[in-house]
């Protein structure tokens, strides 16, 4: 079981010989990265299987909590483990000739590990930084100079927002002495005050950065604007929810108070709104899908102010529609990007791929028997459950959203089944990975139709089992610390 | 209230007074590099806050000489984070540094505001499309096809 470490401590490795390796043969190095992920994704189903429905932590050094620093093994952190590793199998730069960008995919890779399976503060702080950094420097290396400008702002606000995450970090520590999640759990009337909450506010806006929420999200349009389809497939579809996990993790452990959770609400809904407004006047394909990716992080956010095991049910739900759904559309946007009135006409060109295109826009706003349905149902249902104010107005911006979604959308389809303009554009006909790939995942979307119901009754399982704080504290702490205080 | 005069009470003013200068930087700065030196002053403030969740007054540095001296020690986890944290924070303002030569090469200006409304008709123009928002061209529609025949 310890050897899940390996998860996060190869793909470090890889980062670092890569470049040794590429002085003498840059084909060894392109292929160092794949292996490394397919080995983890073997580690990840082998453990995968062994956890069963229990959970396990792994003591680095030897040092047990709250002292040492802890990876925490459940099937939700095995989940997203398993996500990551695919998604940068999926979006690996096969035709870059540059070691240097395999050293930062690999380092991207492995803070993405120590972010789902960690269960400590400060090394969370670490291995978010780790991200940000590999992320600026990814974004950085493509060919423009664009690309460097979006990076620099992109830096400005995602290191602000390491500070104030930060900042929260220093406020838990004065208030409790210790940072490892389980041992907070454990003293969660000392921060329920308002310096606990204001530390939870800091640290849900300091990672909210990436997770593209409301307040600090303007870089979104620019980044996603600047790189390629395939990164941002990424950085919209995988890497925003790490974030969310960040999130997660303090939300259900420590903070599970109406405070905290009327932030996330409020957060949410003006993310829902404004970005679903932006989304409505977009011109082009990728700015719609920037600001529709923005609303739908909002989405998200309501769902986790509903709290326990209930609102991360449907946060992951939300998450793994999500990754399908704007993973698979930002892959397709690699054949058809630019205005759309270049679109004419494109059903007639490549009928296949105006298809691919209609289901995922299908389940983006919730059309019934598709996925996207049941989670929009399921969401306004326990929304109403919950009732009060806040959270019925919430239910009005999520059907108000999925108007504003549907006038862009249903536009944006209706051109494209139109007959073809003398100017239009023939589609980008070359074959491309990523497109097989949005095949792939629109496959998924339609094979996950027919299994709704296993599948949501997995996923609240380990909903169940993870937003657990008895589980978490009994798991990661030695019994002499549970004696303490019972 | 008798608190807040404490040395510590002090400290704690000062580190969070300090993050709160650089976050006001961060928000109203233009120059790219008074951004930078902004987020070095936040980073600096919470550094102190994180340092200071340790500090006890008369406490000694936390090493052992003998066993039972008496004394109380600082607490030195604090200071192990505080170390890490400088340390990313170097490694991201040394990166920060080298993206705004690079900006600055490109744009030949070191504002924000007009680097950002260069980068935003750079996206708009790989995409295809007018500037959003921009009031230099009010016939988005007319003037691409015009272009582009």
Not at chain 1, 190 to 208: W, Y
Not at chain 1, 364 to 385: D, S, Y
Not at chain 2, 91 to 100: D, E, F, M, Y
Request: proline share 4%.
């Amino acid at each position: 079981m310890n050897s899940l470490v390996l998860l996060m401590v190869l793909p470090l490795f890889a980062a670092f010989i890569i470049p040794v390796v590429a002085k003498f043969s840059s084909k060894l190095a392109l292929f160092t990265g794949p292996v490394v992920l397919c080995i983890n994704l073997l580690l990840i189903m082998s453990a995968w299987v062994k956890v069963g429905s229990g959970a396990h932590a792994i003591f680095l050094g030897g040092f047990l909590p709250p002292v040492g620093i802890v990876f925490y093994i459940d099937h939700f952190s095995l989940l997203f483990s398993g996500l990551i590793a695919s998604m940068v199998l999926i979006v690996w730069p096969w035709d870059a000739k540059e070691s240097r960008l395999y050293s930062l995919y690999m380092l991207l890779s492995a803070a993405s590990f120590g972010l789902a399976l960690s269960a400590d503060l400060f090394n969370l702080y670490v291995f978010y930084e780790l991200l940000a950094v590999a992320t600026y420097g990814i974004i950085a290396k493509q060919k423009n100079s664009s690309a460097t400008a979006a990076s620099l702002r992109y830096l400005f606000i995602s290191s602000a927002g390491s500070v104030m995450l930060l900042l929260g970090i220093a406020i838990i520590y004065t208030l409790t002495g210790t940072l490892n999640i389980a041992h907070l759990a454990t003293m969660t009337e000392n921060l329920h005050g308002f310096a606990g909450l204001s530390a939870f506010a800091l640290i849900a806006i300091g990672a909210g950065v990436k997770a593209e929420m409301f307040p600090v999200n303007s870089w979104v349009a620019e980044v996603y604007g600047t790189i390629p389809r395939q990164l941002s497939a990424l950085l919209a579809g995988l890497i925003s929810k790490l974030a969310v996990v960040l999130i997660i993790k303090m939300l259900l452990m420590v903070f599970q108070v109406q405070a905290a959770f009327d932030l996330l609400l409020v957060v949410g809904m003006l993310g829902v709104i404004s970005g679903e407004m932006v989304a409505w006047r977009a011109k082009d394909m990728i700015r719609m899908l920037s600001f529709s990716s923005i609303a739908h992080l909002g989405v998200l956010f309501i769902a986790l102010s509903i709290g326990g095991s209930k609102g991360l049910w449907l946060a992951i739900a939300i998450m793994l529609h999500h990754l399908l759904v704007k993973g698979g559309l930002f892959l397709m946007a690699d054949r058809f990007s630019g205005h759309f009135d270049k679109l004419k006409g494109l059903a007639h060109h490549s009928p296949m791929s105006a298809a691919v295109f209609l289901v995922f826009i299908l389940s983006l706003l919730g059309v019934p028997p598709l996925p996207g349905f049941w989670i929009k149902m399921a969401l306004v249902m326990n929304l109403a459950e919950l009732g009060g104010g806040l959270y019925y107005l919430a239910i009005g911006v999520i059907l108000l959203a999925t108007i504003i979604e549907t006038a862009y959308m249903f536009n944006l389809v209706q051109t494209m089944y139109l007959k073809a303009d003398a100017d239009s554009t023939p589609l980008n006909k070359r074959y491309s990975a990523s497109y097989t790939f949005a095949k792939l995942f629109a496959l998924l979307l339609l094979v996950s139709m027919v299994f709704v119901s296993p599948i949501s009754k997995r996923l609240k399982d380990i909903a169940n089992h993870s937003a657990n704080p008895q589980i978490y504290i009994h798991t990661v702490l030695p019994a002499r610390y549970l004696g303490e205080k019972s | 209230m008798n608190h807040f005069f404490t040395v510590e009470g002090i400290l704690y003013f000062g580190a969070i007074s300090l993050s709160i200068i650089g976050l006001f930087g961060l928000l109203v700065s233009k120059n790219l590099f008074r951004l930078l030196l902004s987020l070095v002053l936040f980073e600096a403030g919470a550094n102190l806050v994180l340092v200071l969740s340790g500090f006890i007054r008369n406490g000694i540095a936390p090493i052992f000489l003998d066993g039972n001296s008496g004394a109380v020690m600082n607490d030195p986890v604090p200071q192990a984070l505080v170390l890490t944290a400088i340390v990313i924070g170097v490694g991201v303002q040394a990166l920060a540094l080298s993206l705004i030569f690079r900006v600055k090469k490109h744009y030949g200006s070191m504002d924000m505001r007009t680097i950002r409304s260069k980068l935003e008709r750079e996206i708009a123009e790989n995409a295809g499309v007018t500037p959003p928002g921009s009031n230099e061209a009010p016939a988005p529609v007319k003037l691409i096809e015009g272009e582009n025949s």
